[in-house]
């Protein structure tokens, strides 16, 4: 056994022993060819049917409900207040419930030019498994700070009772937090 050898094998030895992997030896075979590898989407082109759920599972929708409730439009700013954003300012874009004013969903947006359009969809809620229906107030709020907390200072505007789905929504920031 040369001396390469035998210093790789003891590598090898202090490796294992210390609980690591040792690194693959030149007579690990080359990894199949990327012909028999298939996507992960069905965007290949082929038309097979989507694999078998197990008994019992509920259906999967793709694109359905959930999409449509998306809601869109755009934060302005009212004019007395135009000058006041900087560009390191962030824009909350926030939904609470109108029944209950929970927080439902939230958009951070850093370097926003106004006006500003924003969609707000059931990807942005706080917690996951949280339904994302209406109807909501949605808050647009400007902070220097770029914390989500309010702020003394901070620029406002609200929607109220804003539907689950609506598009067009107007949100003008014309308030500054005392």
Known sequence: MSRAAALMAFAGAIAVACGERPAPTASVSPPAEATSLRPLTSRDGTTGA???LPAGHPPVSVG???ESKVVEGEVRLAAR???RPGPDDVLFVIARSSATGQVVAVRKEEHARFPFAFRLSAGDTMM???PFDGPFDLTARISRSGDAMPQPGDLEGTAKNVAAGARGVAIV???VRP
Do not use: I, N, T
């Open 50 to 52: 989507p694999p078998a």
């Open 64 to 66: 359905g409900p959930a």
């Open 81 to 83: 207040l135009r000058d």
């Open 128 to 130: 996951e498994g949280v």
């Open 173 to 175: 920031v014309e308030h």
